[in-house]
């Protein structure tokens, strides 16, 4: 099981949980319970979270991170990508590299 108490008082940093709690809108015996595991962070809290320090609920409630969702050029580019041969694969980031380097503005 995820340590989120941990991750929350990770979050609250150097503010007391009376503080976090006043800045949150919630009590500090909620706070204390969040941090000691004793109660698990509503959907209010974890949206609060996430404005406030842009921590996604899912790594508060579960430790892992979400996938990004890809864009769907992005979605095209990588199915197409897992079509080609490997000598083809190399070729296209040769290709990708030098057009990333030649449209970097100049210094």
Not at 4 to 30: C, H, P, Y
Not at 41 to 69: C, I, N, Q, S, W
């Amino acid at each position: 099981m995820f340590d989120t108490g941990g991750l929350i008082r990770k979050l609250r940093g150097n503010l007391t949980q009376e503080e976090f709690a006043s800045e949150m809108g919630v009590g500090r015996t909620t706070i204390i319970r969040y941090e000691s595991n004793e109660r698990t962070p509503d959907a209010e809290f974890l949206l609060k979270l996430y404005d406030m320090f842009g921590v996604d609920p899912t790594h508060v409630l579960t430790g892992r991170m979400p996938v990004p969702t890809l864009e769907h050029e992005e979605a095209d580019l990588l199915d197409v990508w897992r079509r080609l041969s490997d000598a083809d694969k190399s070729a296209y980031l040769r290709i990708g590299r030098a057009l990333a380097e030649f449209r970097q503005p100049l210094k």
